[in-house]
């Protein structure tokens, strides 16, 4: 049964990981947008990282005025897919190595 509570820890491990990267480049792109116009090639390498991320989003959440809200809005997700996924799949490892 270890085989699969180590399978189960690795998958939480890298989906942990791909939350946090997202969660960076949110937080960069997002810092990036006040200082650099749209243009500007760092900003274009992060906007094109969290874009994918962003779209399906944008269809429901529209920005007031000039302020864009799906930023926020993904990072929560994110935030709740960490602390409720992971850790529940954390937790699963654990129960399984006994």
Avoid: C, K, W
């Avoid at 699969?4 to 792109?29: E, G, T």
């Amino acid at each position: 049964m270890f085989a699969v509570a180590n399978l189960v820890y690795a998958i939480a491990v890298i989906l942990n990981i791909v939350i946090v990267f997202f969660m960076v480049v949110l937080i960069i792109d997002g810092i990036l947008s006040f200082i650099f116009p749209y243009g500007f090639p760092i900003r274009r390498i992060f906007d094109e990282i969290s874009e994918p991320v962003l779209r399906p989003f944008r269809r429901f959440i529209h920005p007031f005025g000039y302020i864009d809200f799906t930023p926020f809005v993904v990072f929560l997700l994110l935030l709740f897919i960490q602390i409720f996924v992971v850790n529940s799949l954390f937790d699963l490892s654990v129960v399984l190595r006994r």
